[in-house]
Each structure stands twice: as C-alpha cells, then as structure tokens.
C-alpha cells in the first residue's frame, strides 16, 4: 500500500525558509508524477509545484523563483524547498502521488509564515 508522509513543515519569519519532504512508501518516488499542494484556511487547495517522471518541473505563478521542487531517488523523497517565504504562503501543504489511475495523498503539515 502507498503511503505518504510529509514533514518540514513549521513557524518562520516573513522572508525566512522552509524545506519540506514528502517521503513515499510502497512505491518508487520516480514512477509517478508528485505535486505540491496547499490549503489555506477557507480556501480551495491548490497545486504549488510538480515534478513529473521524467522531471519535469511546474509551479504556481505565486511560488516561482521562489519555491524549487526536487527528487531523490535514493531516499524515496520528494523536497519543496521554499525561500522568500511571504505570510501568504501560511497554510497546510500536501503531497500528492499519482500512480496509474490513483493518486494517493499525505495527512499535511502546516507552514504558517509571520509577517
């Protein structure tokens, strides 16, 4: 069975970092397309950035030149590395696997960014 699961997440200042992990288990981080998503409060999620099979990277308008997706196949991992970090980056991100047909998602961890 795939399992997800997400850390890295935390407090941080206005303009400081972040790295976040999203580790898979069960599978091969690099068979599959992964994304980044987020929810903030109130709000819908959204997808943040993405890193297909062949790596392929996307991101949000909102997060590029600042957030930098990547994969480690050794470690089964996928990291969001993000910098600039901006209050309105403050909510809970979600890592996303999708493995044929199914896509299989991690319980979160929140990022909340003060001002």
């Known amino acids: 069975q795939v399992q997800l699961v997400e850390s890295g997440g935390g407090l941080v200042q206005s303009g400081g970092s972040l790295r976040l992990a999203c580790l898979v288990f069960g599978s091969t981080v690099s068979i599959g397309p992964i994304g980044w998503y987020r929810q903030a409060a109130g709000k819908q999620r959204e997808l943040v950035a993405g890193?297909?099979?062949?790596?392929?990277?996307n991101y949000a308008d909102s997060v590029k030149g600042r957030f930098t997706i990547s994969r480690d196949n050794v470690q089964n991992t996928v990291y969001l590395q993000m910098n600039s970090l901006k209050p309105e980056d403050t909510a809970v991100y979600y890592c996303?696997?999708?493995?044929?047909?199914?896509?299989?998602w991690g319980q979160g961890t929140q990022v909340t960014v003060s001002s």
């Open positions: 996303k696997f999708r493995l044929g047909w199914n896509d299989f």
């Open positions: 890193i297909s099979s062949t790596g392929t990277t």
